[in-house]
């Protein structure tokens, strides 16, 4: 059997290695502890501060193409106008939309080929017009018009100038289609 005093000198032993190496961890590993922090710290700055010019150059160059684009879109407006506006200058489109789609730009853009764009409502006469239907779904009240088919449905709002413009290729050649059957009859 071990004696009591053995136990207690071991005991004493670890408590003097712990006291020691505490005393020696907080005191002599501080000073590089300290430093090795700055480092980390000032290379996560200079890290942050690349990313923050790097985002800056990114918003620069974002709004730059935006207005780029804006630029290129309206000469493809112009283009547009200029090819459709002998065709379609003087006819009349009506223009039903089902709440929630708001063809505001496809008006904008047939009245700037000298279209008359007239709104639509339930029952009203399509004479000498062609009709847009901005729907999802197909009203019910599209069935009840009188033949030949003189309206066009349009489930998605065109929002790029080449959807814009089969859009404008498609109304020309159903106006142009209207105004041959009304000079044969």
Same mark, same amino acid.
């Given at each position: 059997?071990i004696?009591?005093?053995? %136990? /207690?000198?071991?005991?004493?032993?670890?408590f003097?290695?712990?006291?020691?190496?505490?005393?020696?961890g907080g005191?002599?590993? %501080?000073?590089?502890?300290?430093?090795?922090? $700055?480092?980390?710290?000032?290379?996560?700055?200079a890290?942050?501060?690349?990313?923050?010019?790097?985002?800056?150059?990114?918003? $620069?160059?974002?709004?730059?193409?935006?207005?780029?684009?804006?630029?290129?879109?309206?000469?493809?407006?112009h283009?547009?106008?200029?090819?459709?506006?002998?065709? !379609?200058?003087?006819?009349?489109?009506?223009?039903?939309?089902?709440?929630?789609?708001q063809?505001?730009s496809?008006?904008? !853009?047939?009245?700037?080929?000298?279209?008359?764009?007239?709104?639509y409502?339930?029952?009203?006469? /399509?004479?000498n017009g062609?009709? /847009?239907?901005?729907?999802?779904?197909?009203?019910?009240?599209?069935?009840?018009l009188?033949?030949?088919?003189?309206?066009?449905?349009?489930e $998605?709002?065109?929002?790029?100038?080449?959807?814009q413009?089969?859009?404008?290729?498609?109304? $020309?050649?159903?106006?142009?289609?209207?105004?041959?059957? %009304?000079?044969?009859?």
């Amino acid at each position: 059997m071990i004696p009591f005093r053995y %136990h /207690l000198l071991s005991l004493a032993a670890v408590f003097c290695a712990m006291g020691v190496g505490i005393l020696l961890g907080g005191m002599a590993g %501080h000073s590089w502890f300290t430093v090795g922090e $700055q480092e980390v710290l000032a290379k996560m700055e200079a890290k942050y501060d690349r990313a923050l010019k790097s985002n800056n150059e990114l918003k $620069q160059q974002m709004s730059r193409l935006l207005m780029e684009v804006e630029r290129s879109n309206e000469e493809v407006i112009h283009l547009m106008a200029m090819r459709y506006s002998q065709d !379609l200058s003087g006819s009349r489109v009506f223009v039903w939309n089902q709440p929630g789609l708001q063809p505001d730009s496809i008006t904008r !853009l047939l009245r700037s080929v000298g279209v008359d764009v007239i709104p639509y409502q339930e029952g009203d006469s /399509l004479e000498n017009g062609l009709l /847009l239907v901005f729907a999802r779904n197909e009203p019910a009240w599209l069935s009840e018009l009188p033949s030949p088919r003189r309206w066009v449905q349009i489930e $998605q709002m065109p929002d790029s100038p080449a959807k814009q413009w089969a859009l404008l290729e498609k109304v $020309q050649k159903m106006l142009t289609e209207m105004r041959v059957e %009304h000079e044969k009859s």
